[in-house]
């Protein structure tokens, strides 16, 4: 697939392991970005197809910026991922354009991303 995939999340070890995960599936156009005040200038260098965004981010606003991304890119899919155990940023990101999210799920359940 050639599919241009950004993860913008600041997590030193998730990030990393989404990547490799989505690298294992023959994924292999894969940016990421560590840093949301980035994020922008990386979405217009890289013209993304996907961006899994972090709900949370700790230098932006996650949904002023999906809100952002969609403005400056309207055809770039987002993915909301939070590691919250409510879907409320989540679905703040939806209104600023977020079209999908992602749940965590309890740690015993993320052996597929372990060696990722």
Not at 1 to 15: F, L, T
């Amino acid at each position: 697939m050639n599919a241009k995939i950004m993860i913008i999340d600041a997590h030193p070890v998730y990030a990393p392991k989404m990547a490799g995960f989505l690298e294992s599936l023959t994924l292999k156009n894969i940016v990421v970005v560590s840093c949301g005040l980035k994020a922008m200038e990386a979405v217009l260098e890289h013209k993304p197809d996907v961006i899994v965004l972090s709900a949370t981010l700790p230098d932006a606003d996650s949904a002023a910026l999906a809100g952002q991304i969609k403005a400056a890119s309207p055809s770039t899919a987002i993915i909301v991922q939070t590691g919250l155990l409510t879907t409320a940023q989540a679905m703040e990101a939806f209104k600023s354009a977020g079209v999908d999210h992602v749940l965590p799920r309890r740690e015993k359940d993320w052996s597929a991303f372990q060696g990722a």
